[in-house]
Nanobody
Framework: QVQLVESGGGLVQAGGSLRLSCAASGRTFSTYRMGWFRQAPGKERAFVAAISWSGGNTYYADSVKGRFTISRDNAKNTVYLQMDSLKSEDTAVYYC?????????????????WGQGTQVTVSS
């Protein structure tokens, strides 16, 4: 069982930056692949970024490629999402997810554990 707690959300102006953190419980964090998803009002939860257990492979949605960076620190049981050049359309609740089984990096069904989410609001 893994518990995930996101932090770092808030209100920022367009063009600004935020860094989200996701702290995981448990001793086996380094064996989990991790992902970030977001859900805007009235929309389905959508893939944002993901990272392999070692951090050697990263994956991004086209809409955030070049602006967002996912990273992890296995010694701190934490995964990060650095968000730069934020746009109003990035406004959403951002969720951290974890999986220790084979599955899609891009689909919500590919993950076993989810955090409670953190709100990101970008004002234009």
């Amino acid at each position: 069982q893994v518990q995930l707690v996101e932090s770092g959300g808030g209100l920022v102006q367009a063009g600004g930056s935020l860094r989200l953190s996701c702290a995981a419980s448990g001793r086996t964090f380094s064996t989990y692949r991790m992902g970030w998803f977001r859900q805007a009002p009235g929309k389905e939860r959508a893939f944002v970024a993901a990272i392999s257990w070692s951090g050697g492979n990263t994956y991004y949605a086209d809409s955030v490629k070049g602006r967002f960076t996912i990273s992890r620190d296995n010694a701190k049981n934490t995964v990060y999402l650095q968000m730069d050049s934020l746009k109003s359309e990035d406004t959403a609740v951002y969720y951290c997810a974890a999986a220790n089984s084979l599955g899609s990096y891009y689909a919500t069904t590919g993950y076993d554990y989810w955090g409670q989410g953190t709100q990101v609001t970008v004002s234009s």
